[in-house]
Structure formats: C-alpha cells, structure tokens
C-alpha cells in the first residue's frame, strides 16, 4: 500500500506593500524554509505574528504548504 511521506515543508506569508493606482493591493512573498512538518496552526500563527510585528507591511495572508512523496 503506498504512503506519504513528507518530503518539505514551508510556510509563506503574503504581504501587502502598498496599492496602485487603481486601489487593488499589491502584494509579495516571503518563504520560511525548513519548518517541521508537524508544526500546528497555532504555532504558525504564532511565527507569523511575530513576524509580522517586525515588517513595515501587513501580513495578509500566512499559508503552510507541504510536499510529500508517494512511497
């Protein structure tokens, strides 16, 4: 029977660096390497916030994403 395994995984936050000129948001990346596969939500929450209070910019959007292998 095949499995999966974790291979990677990440969390990415989205920030938002200003508007143009139409009003719509514009937004960037930042990528967090190397987190624990089993990290919970509150933790994620947690690093996030604590990011978030160093940035000059809002965080919108935090999002974990893991990659897994088919075994």
């Not at 987190?35 to 994620?44: L, Q």
């Not at 604590?50 to 974990?64: H, M, R, W």
Request: without cysteine.
């Amino acid at each position: 029977m095949a499995e999966y395994t974790n291979a990677s995984s990440r969390v990415s936050l989205r920030v938002q660096i200003g508007t143009n000129d139409e009003g719509r948001p514009i937004l960037r990346s930042l990528s967090l390497r190397d987190v624990s596969d089993d990290a919970i939500a509150d933790d994620v929450a947690a690093v996030s916030s604590a990011i978030g209070a160093l940035l000059d910019y809002p965080i919108v959007e935090t999002s974990k994403i893991d990659t897994d292998l088919v075994a």
